[in-house]
């Protein structure tokens, strides 16, 4: 089973830091460091161009790379076994799953039974950078979206540090990226995203509602017969636990 399944006391423990943390993240974000960068709720922010064409190409290469040992694979629904749209791996020492057994995450790739590659440096760097967070990130998801694929709304719940922001890259073709509210039913607003494109989403907005509604296929050169790869950095374990 995955590593880290926590104890209602940690749970609690990590929602009162998260309370904290809320109320500091935004001095924090203030350190981001281009004008451009645009709030779209409250703890997200939006850095659009982040990474250049040719940042782009080299993240590419390192995506590449690395899915050659740990291939893409269809995560399924909880319960249901219902095949995700979206292909996913993952780089890191904890990398998301999803089966019929629940969310999770889990230290080996789950066909190739190997620890998942390592983070891109290239990545850590950018967590530093625009993460506002002290330890260092333990997961890179990878989600590849083609043919159609989208992401329904979700929250981003299976971490013990929720005080850590996720750090997010688009590349490839742009897509619909729709963000709520904590609540399911709250109100949404939706933004397109660029391929280079960095969200930070934390603070307040740590568990709010999001999706990618489609991706519009054809619109980036950058990723060989088309589509779209979205990079999420996330720390998974609380730093002051170990
Ligand atoms: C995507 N992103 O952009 C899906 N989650 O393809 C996410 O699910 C996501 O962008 C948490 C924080 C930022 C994100
Ligand atoms: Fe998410």
Known sequence: FGIGVRSLAQRARAWRKFQRVVRNFR???FMMPDAASLKISPGVFLWRG???RAAQDELIAEVAART????????????SGKPFSVEETNFGSHGWFSD????????????TKLPWPDIPVSLVTLWHAVGAYEAAPECCLVNFYRDGARMGLHQDRDEAALDAPV????????ALFRIGGV?????TTSVTLHSGDVIVFGGESRLA???IDRVMAGTSPLIAGGGR?????????DPSEK
């Open 27 to 29: 001095e924090a974000i």
């Open 50 to 52: 982040c990474l250049d």
């Open 68 to 79: 050659e040992h740990a291939p893409f694979y269809r995560p399924r629904m909880p319960r």
């Open 100 to 111: 019929e057994s629940g969310y999770r995450y889990e230290a080996m790739h789950p066909l």
């Open 167 to 174: 750090v997010s890259v688009s590349l490839g073709d742009s």
């Open 183 to 187: 609540s399911r039913r709250d109100r």
């Open 209 to 211: 509602y999001h999706g």
């Open 229 to 237: 790869i979205n990079l999420t950095l996330r720390r998974v374990t």
